[in-house]
């Protein structure tokens, strides 16, 4: 009886050894030197079609990196020139606004002063070329020294410069001299948005005093923006004015901004990197000034290396290619994938030659027959 047990155990044992070593056999199949054996059957199946890489000028892509950027002449810093009390503004930070709108109303005695020592002058002005007209007059007829004469002339050229400059002064509170009389002498002045923008600063509260050399008020023409991309010294040479860039934020990358370079800065900074400035082909508000942007610039690049796109794929983050070792033997090979030019794609190994054979064909097909061990 002891006996019948131990020969029941001793076969077990034996088929469990014979098990593990099929498991094992399978794994080796589809693991060793990740390549995998197939029958003509199993490739004919499959679909399979043997190539070998060609040579092919293709086009190389260089990143770059960089910011949304507003130009300084799109900055627009708005100053009180004569200074004074905001008495209003219903400005936030982040609004848009138009040309001409209103940004805030200031007051000051100074407005009135002003506004009335233009009156007085302007009144006389309009004395003292009565009284010239009139010594004119008395003059050509010898009834008038020329003495008293030249006099009257000065006192008016005198008078028109003491009012013209007053009216430059008024002009730049925005005060319009052709309507201002008597009966709408103000002690405010409205401060109106020069341009269609974005308010980006507000440096002002209600009752605060701003000094002439104080900025209330910083607005940004956002239809202007450029994105400022920084590019190795060792590529500059791939880039050139007017060459077209495609740009994409990290948060949303499938979205794509084209833009063409105008300027690139031929002194390097502390980082050895030189500024290429390009500008947005169509503005878009997503564009936000500082905004962090990567953008692509195609160039024309050397002879490489290419196969079909389809014979690329991908498995575990990495690219592969399959090569033909020989007797329906295929090897998966690693493979550093480049540029897309007419349904081939530029791959970098060095296990790879123009004299390799390879899967260009139903390449995706191989794969799932190499996850599932070997079985077609």
Known sequence: MKTYISAIFGLLFLVSCHDKKELQNTAEVKNQENSIQLTAEQVKNAGLIIGTPEERTVKGILELQGTVTVPPKSVVSVSIPLGGYIKKTDLMAGMHVRKGQLLAVVEDMQYIQLQQDYLTAKEKFQLSKSEYDRQKELNAKKASSDKLYEQTATEMQTQRIYMSSLAQKLSLLGINVKTLS???????????????????????????????????????????????????????????????????????????????????????????????????????????????????????????????????????????????????????????????????????????????????????????????????
């Open 182 to 376: 008597a009966s709408n002498i103000s002690k405010t002045v409205s401060i109106v948005s020069p341009i269609n923008g974005l308010v980006s600063k507000i440096n002002v509260n209600v009752g605060k005093y701003i000094a002439p050399t104080d900025m209330p008020f910083e607005l940004l023409e956002m239809s202007d923006i450029v994105l400022v991309m920084n590019a190795f010294e060792k590529d500059v040479h791939l880039l050139s004015v007017g060459q077209t860039v495609t740009a994409f934020t990290n948060a949303k990358r499938s979205k794509k901004y084209t833009a063409k370079i105008a300027y690139i800065n031929q002194s390097l900074n502390d980082d050895r990197a030189a500024e290429v400035v390009c500008k947005v082909n169509q503005y878009d508000n997503s564009l936000i000034p500082g905004l962090f942007i990567n953008a692509e610039a195609e160039f024309e690049n050397e002879k490489a290396i290419t196969v079909p796109e389809d014979a690329v794929v991908r498995w575990q983050g990495k690219f592969f290619v399959f090569a033909l070792s020989g007797n329906n033997q295929y090897k998966m090979v690693a493979v550093e994938p480049g540029t897309t030019t007419d349904g081939f794609r530029q791959i970098k190994s060095s296990a790879i030659d123009k004299s390799s054979k390879i899967v260009t064909k139903n390449a995706y097909t191989l794969l799932m027959t190499f996850m599932n061990g070997g079985d077609s």
